[in-house]
């Protein structure tokens, strides 16, 4: 876990938190006071989405930089959805 410099993170939304072996990853995560190591979390969902939102304030709670908001993906992602994905990769890419 210390000798990964940057991490993305994802959870879907499950009954408008995220799943709960992220959720206890974070937590361990948040105790080890992270610091210069970037990240970012995204997830799919299925109707109110709160995932990305809580990855998000989760990931900058541990420490990280967070280098952009969660991304959130309607259910099965379509043609778009799975472009903006890949944007969304290469912009994290790109701030590595
Ligand atoms: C038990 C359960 C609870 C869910 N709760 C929510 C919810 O509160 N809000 C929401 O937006 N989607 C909810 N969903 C929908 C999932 O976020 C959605 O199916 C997601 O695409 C699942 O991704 P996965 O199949 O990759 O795990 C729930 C799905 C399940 C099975």
């Known amino acids: 876990m210390f000798k990964i410099n940057d991490r993305v993170k994802w959870s879907s939304t499950i009954n408008k938190g995220i799943l709960s072996g992220m959720a206890s990853t974070l937590e361990i995560m948040k105790g080890l006071k992270f610091k210069n190591k970037k990240a970012a979390g995204f997830g799919s969902y299925g109707w109110s989405g709160e995932s990305p939102k809580l990855m998000t304030e989760a990931l900058k709670a541990c420490g990280f930089d967070v280098l952009e908001e969660g991304l959130g993906v309607l259910w099965q992602p379509d043609a778009d959805a799975l472009e903006n994905c ?9 701030k590595l």
């Open 86 to 94: 890949r944007k969304y990769g290469v912009e994290l890419a790109q």
